[in-house]
């Protein structure tokens, strides 16, 4: 995949070179940790994500040059999935994040599964939420 | 653990799931299919198909002796009386939606409709918006602390006002099974009518509906190891004429004009359109072929494995939602979200429900955000049990 930061193409090589869900839950686990968390007094229903069965509260900083997503979830491995997919568009402005393939991305970094439809994970329903804030922007 | 269980080799899907490294816990959900019920289908397209109730062709009148033979073989299986009447319906959600709208015009401002705290979105949504349409009150009947119907307090709950007493005969989150009956016949004293939801009381425990004395019972045949779109709504024979007809369409009608039509009484009147035929026909051979089994060694075998399944999450310290003692059991790990267990219980193969189970009041009302809910089946066993402890133990280790 071209255009990938050197954080993000380390985090693919991480992935990769998992053997086994263990190794890959436990990474996942890293990244949800590292995840800069939206402030208490910004997960507010305006911001809350439809869809998921987890609250997840989502958040397009408007001032931030370059665009700044700030993201929330009370399920530990969402927010590892969360970081990666913030991991992947930072840096990029509204058309580039708009032309990312988050499918791709994350099929690289062997979680495609987490993504599927009837997950009630909730990383579908960010997607779309992503994309309306930055249609409105 | 040692807990085989003797039935398993007649449903194909769970020895197809097993191969794929999946184990299935999740049947409160969906059953999987025995074998005859996959015959019974596959027959019925085979042979050559037609309406029912419409031609006059011999294919036809083959079609409609199957489709109301079925409905006899299910009304034997609910063990209603001869004058009782079963309508075909796509399921429980359609059976209540209907007796929403159907009883709808009996009811005027202030009255009031009576459902219990646990009850599935589907036995809540439909009284719940009917109450806001017409001005009626919806009570919500209180659980005691171990989740189960208070039902002194309930009785006490009822008046001249209480027209619908609607129950699930057991939850999908509690898995607790307990007697209604003193509720029944208290409400119907007070002249409201009483509605069973079964949808997941029917399949660990052929359904009285006489003894149970209920106006109404609903259930769907997906959970009952029948096929998906189908389902029943049994109606005493006195409440069946209180329904008002509430789809119109092909085969309910009896006269039909421009301006005006007369309709058909139940069943036919309550089942515009063309009926699911070849799955009900499959259902009705499901049931049957149920009836065949020991019906006592099936109940035995699956109490056998809810105790285990009690157990181990007892002894691993998981808080578990009320005292369940039939099919199913909900849980949460202690500082642990439900989602991140479910994640890595899928990632290990083991299929069990984790959410809001479609009662977000019931969850809400628990201070819940949600639970993982391990539900059992006949064709479940030790194994079963075992693969999913294994699984969870590593979760734990993973998540801790
Ligand atoms: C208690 C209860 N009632 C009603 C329903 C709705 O059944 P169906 O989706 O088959 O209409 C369910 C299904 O989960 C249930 O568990």
């Known amino acids: 995949m071209s255009g990938l930061s050197r954080a993000a193409q380390q985090a693919v090589h991480d992935f990769q070179s998992c053997q086994q869900w263990e190794q890959r839950a436990r990474l996942l686990l890293q990244w949800g940790a590292q995840l800069d968390e939206l402030p208490e007094a910004l997960r507010t229903p305006d911001n809350l994500v439809h869809g998921c069965e987890t609250r997840v509260w989502l958040l397009l900083d408007q001032q931030a040059d370059p665009l700044c997503f700030q993201v929330a979830s009370e399920a530990r491995l969402l927010r590892g999935l969360l970081a990666l997919l913030l991991l992947r568009i930072t840096g990029l402005n509204a058309k580039q994040m708009v032309e990312v393939d988050v499918a791709e991305w994350f099929a690289l970094l062997g979680l495609s599964r987490q993504l599927s439809p009837s997950r009630s994970n909730g990383l579908t329903a960010v997607l779309l939420k992503m994309q309306a804030l930055l249609a409105q922007n | ?400």
């Not at chain 2, 034997?76 to 929403?100: C, H, M, R």
């Not at chain 2, 079964?198 to 399949?203: I, S, T």
């Open chain 2, 1 to 400: 653990m040692f807990l085989p269980s003797p039935w398993r080799q007649f449903f194909p899907g769970i020895l197809a799931l097993a191969e794929q490294q999946q184990t299935w816990l999740d049947s409160a959900a969906t059953a999987q299919k025995p074998q005859v019920m996959i015959d019974t289908l596959s027959q019925y397209y085979q042979q050559g198909v037609a309406n029912v109730h419409r031609a006059q062709h011999q294919p036809g009148e083959r079609a409609t002796r199957a489709f109301e033979a079925a409905r006899s073989s299910i009304a034997d299986w609910l063990q209603a009386d001869a004058n009782d009447t079963v309508i075909f319906t796509k399921g429980s959600t359609e059976g209540i939606n209907l007796l929403s709208q159907a009883l709808a015009h009996h009811f005027q401002a202030g009255d009031e409709i009576l459902i219990s705290a646990y009850e599935h979105h589907a036995n809540l949504l439909p009284w719940q918006q009917l109450a806001r349409a017409r001005d009626l009150t919806l009570k919500v009947l209180p659980m005691d602390k171990h989740g189960h119907l208070d039902i002194d307090y309930a009785i006490r709950q009822l008046s001249t006002r209480s027209k619908v007493v609607a129950i699930s005969a057991l939850s999908n989150v509690i898995g607790h099974r307990q007697s209604l009956q003193p509720l029944l016949a208290a409400a119907r004293k007070a002249g409201a009518w009483t509605v069973i939801d079964g949808a997941q009381a029917a399949v660990h425990q052929r359904p009285n509906v006489q003894q149970l004395d209920c106006d109404f019972f609903v259930c769907s045949a997906h959970k009952l190891y029948g096929p998906d779109g189908v389902g029943v709504l049994f109606a005493r024979q006195h409440a069946v004429t209180a329904l008002r007809h509430w789809q119109f369409g092909g085969e309910m009608v009896r006269r039909c004009d421009y301006q005006q039509a007369e309709f058909l009484p139940a069943p036919l009147g309550f089942e515009p359109g063309t009926p699911s035929t070849a799955n009900i026909v499959a259902f009705a051979a499901t049931l049957d072929w149920l009836q065949s089994l020991d019906s006592q060694a099936i109940a035995e075998h699956e109490a056998r494995l809810h105790a285990a399944v009690l157990t181990g999450l007892q002894e691993r310290g998981m808080q578990i939602i009320g005292s369940p003692n039939c099919a199913l059991i909900s849980f949460n790990a202690p500082q642990i979200h439900h989602s991140d267990l479910a994640l890595l219980l899928g990632e290990q193969g083991v299929a069990v429900r984790a959410g809001h189970h479609c009662a977000m009041p019931l969850l809400q009302s628990l201070g819940l955000a949600g639970a993982l809910r391990v539900s059992l089946a006949m064709y479940n066993n030790g194994d079963d049990i075992q693969h999913f402890f294994s699984a969870l133990d590593q979760a734990l280790e993973i998540l801790q």
